[in-house]
């Protein structure tokens, strides 16, 4: 609708003025989501190449969909690296200053990724050729504040997979079957949460970065500092743990993965990662938090 129409119909005619409004949105939705773009090649090969250009976590969350394209075939996972990124400020300050992956974080990612029984190649996309790229996320239609980081995937590529089954499997590191293991980013806080009541408890770690850490260690001064030389020690530690505690960070995507005994604090501004499956839970408000903390304590 052009000014004069719109105007006019919605002195003459408000339900018709809704109506178009409605159509011109949903034509709108359909024009950016341009799901032709999607070209699905034959299940025949023995092996499918995915291109991800997104955050560490992003890409765990959409191994379940390279899983369920590849079926019984293997993977081979291409990152790429030095991306900008153009999240808002509720993020926070993020550790890899201002793209969504860099090469430090793929060799980080490289151990676990290819620990994974059908992955048999991770490595810094350099225009290989790719048969599914993960990228068109970045241009959906959706409203990614908002939703399940996993069905995403799900939704641009016509798959489906059991979310509440792990989708990472290591070996748990049993050196920490007595910590509650934290993670907590700088962003993406629920308001009035405070962590301090956690004092109550014993062994506390904290792993993420350094930042992170002096933030924590001031309502948490007993909380010790773990750190890994890649991100499958970081997995093996959160599948060792006795309680996993984290926002919506890269390590919570592990611990979701994995299905370890996981609590989320949620930013209700951008609920868009879900808890599914045993042994999760997730929280916004601080009394739902301290209950769901001591009932965990008493298992």
Same mark, same amino acid.
């Given at each position: 609708?052009?000014?004069f129409t719109?105007?006019?119909? !919605? +002195?003459?005619?408000?339900?018709l003025? $809704?109506?178009? *409004?409605?159509?011109e949105?949903d034509?709108?939705?359909?024009? *950016?989501a341009?799901t032709?773009r %999607?070209?699905?090649?034959? $299940?025949? *090969? =023995?092996?499918?190449s995915? !291109?991800h ?6 890409i765990?969350?959409s191994l379940? +969909?390279a899983?369920?394209? +590849? ?9 790429n690296?030095?991306?900008?990124? @153009?999240?808002?400020?509720?993020r926070?300050k993020?550790p890899?200053?201002?793209v969504?992956?860099?090469s430090?974080?793929v060799a980080?990612l ?5 620990s994974?029984s059908?992955? !048999?190649k991770?490595? %810094?996309?350099q ?5 599914y790229d ?7 239609a959706?409203?990614?504040?908002s939703?399940?980081? +996993?069905?995403?995937y799900?939704? $641009? ?5 059991d979310?509440?089954k ?10 920490f079957?007595?910590?509650i ?7 993406? $806080?629920s308001p ?7 004092n109550?408890?014993r ?8 930042? /992170?850490? /002096?933030e924590? !260690? ?18 093996e ?9 984290g926002?919506?960070?890269?390590p ?8 370890? *005994? ?6 209700y501004?951008? =609920? @868009?990662? %879900?808890v /599914?499956?045993s @042994?999760?839970y ?7 938090f ?10």
């Amino acid at each position: 609708m052009n000014f004069f129409t719109r105007t006019f119909l !919605k +002195a003459t005619d408000r339900d018709l003025y $809704h109506k178009i *409004k409605l159509q011109e949105r949903d034509q709108l939705f359909l024009n *950016k989501a341009n799901t032709g773009r %999607i070209v699905f090649p034959a $299940h025949t *090969k =023995p092996s499918y190449s995915f !291109k991800h250009s997104g955050n560490a976590g992003d890409i765990i969350y959409s191994l379940p +969909a390279a899983f369920a394209l +590849a079926d019984n075939a293997s993977i081979e996972l291409f990152l790429n690296v030095d991306q900008p990124m @153009n999240y808002s400020v509720e993020r926070g300050k993020h550790p890899l200053n201002g793209v969504m992956l860099s090469s430090n974080m793929v060799a980080m990612l490289q151990p676990l990724l290819l620990s994974q029984s059908n992955i !048999k190649k991770c490595a %810094i996309y350099q225009n290989q050729s790719i048969d599914y790229d993960f990228d068109v996320i970045r241009q959906s239609a959706f409203d990614t504040h908002s939703g399940s980081i +996993a069905r995403w995937y799900f939704l $641009h590529f016509g798959v489906n997979a059991d979310l509440g089954k792990p989708w990472l499997h290591v070996t748990p590191d049993n050196s920490f079957n007595d910590y509650i293991v934290i993670a907590r980013s700088l962003g993406y $806080h629920s308001p009035g949460i405070d962590y301090s009541f956690l004092n109550k408890y014993r062994n506390l770690l904290f792993v993420g970065v350094p930042e /992170e850490f /002096e933030e924590m !260690k001031q309502v948490l001064p007993s909380i010790k500092y773990q750190t890994v030389s890649n991100f499958l020690e970081l997995a093996e530690l959160i599948a060792g743990c006795r309680l996993f505690i984290g926002n919506q960070s890269f390590p919570f995507s592990l611990a979701e993965a994995l299905k370890v *005994k996981r609590i989320l604090e949620i930013y209700y501004i951008c =609920p @868009n990662v %879900i808890v /599914e499956g045993s @042994n999760g839970y997730d929280f916004c408000f601080q009394a739902q938090f301290e209950k769901i903390v001591s009932r965990l304590q008493q298992q």
